[in-house]
């Protein structure tokens, strides 16, 4: 069955000229300053406010909800689970924290250099939460993020050989500029699985960012790769230049399990 014929084009110069100004708003995919526009026309006459002084409050306006936008798709594109801020750390906590380096990171200076943050310390001190809210900045900042845990990310280069896609995989994985990597050291890994995490960070080394949260101490990676030049050569590429936070103290998740018993 054929399709009917298209019709032919307008004429853009006549429909043009007979477009209204939200209508060419739309046109231009600026859905809210159209939306806005008789809104903020009304009270730009009642404060005798001139045109340009309008356009600048209504496109401000346009590019705040299109950021706003962008920031959320960017987030629920990164996974970051759970979502945490700084704000919401106590820093207090902790037995021991470099407050100061982590405001450093806070700046995001390290993504810009493409080096990298670990975090280290026992379950239960903020790792997960410093670094969900470094990752969450990112996002907001503009920045491509990825949130992983690092079983779940051996799992899916595992996977990836053994269909023959390995090399769209670690090319997926090399590709934000910022990999947040969870959970390091809870569960140890294989030699494949050592040496297929190694070809992340190798990827990823001095061409874009990765935070990594650990429970071990570096001396201690050689039990969890079964690998003691890979985890090296691993440990040596995320230090490389880049932030090293110490945690020490309690588990708050202790803590609240008591009050919960309570």
């Known amino acids: 069955m054929s399709s009917s014929p298209r019709s032919p084009p307008p004429n853009l110069t006549h429909d043009l000229s007979s477009l209204s100004l939200e209508e060419v708003l739309r046109a231009l995919g600026l ?15 009642a404060r005798n406010e001139s045109p340009v002084s309008l356009l600048n409050s209504l496109m401000r306006e346009q590019l705040r909800v299109l950021t706003e936008a962008r920031a959320k798709a960017a987030l629920r594109r ?17 037995k021991l924290i470099d ?3 982590v405001m450093k990171a806070a700046t995001l200076d390290f993504v810009k250099d493409k080096s990298n943050v670990v975090f280290i310390g026992p379950s239960g001190v903020g790792k997960t939460h410093l670094a969900n809210a470094l990752g969450q900045l990112a996002c907001l900042r503009g920045y491509r ?15 990836g050989q053994a269909k023959n896609t390995l090399h769209r995989r670690l090319t997926a994985w090399a590709a934000p500029d910022l990999l947040l990597i ?14 297929l995490l190694y070809q992340v960070f190798n990827k990823r080394y001095q061409r874009a960012s990765t935070i990594v949260t650990t429970n071990l101490p570096f001396k201690d990676w050689g039990k969890l790769f079964h690998n003691s030049a890979a985890a090296s050569a691993i440990a040596d590429r995320l230090v490389h230049k880049g932030l090293l936070v110490r945690i020490a103290g ?13």
């Open 31 to 45: 859905e809210y300053a159209a939306s806005q526009l008789d809104t903020m026309s009304g009270k730009a006459i």
């Open 78 to 94: 990164a996974a970051i689970f759970p979502l945490t801020t700084l704000d919401t750390y106590d820093f207090n906590f902790p």
């Open 99 to 101: 407050r100061d380096l």
């Open 145 to 159: 993020v990825r949130f992983v845990v690092a079983a779940d990310l051996v799992n899916d280069l595992v996977s």
């Open 182 to 195: 969870d959970e390091l050291g809870y569960l140890s890994f294989d030699a494949r699985g050592a040496d």
């Open 250 to 262: 309690k588990s708050r998740r202790s803590d609240q399990e008591v009050d919960n018993a309570a």
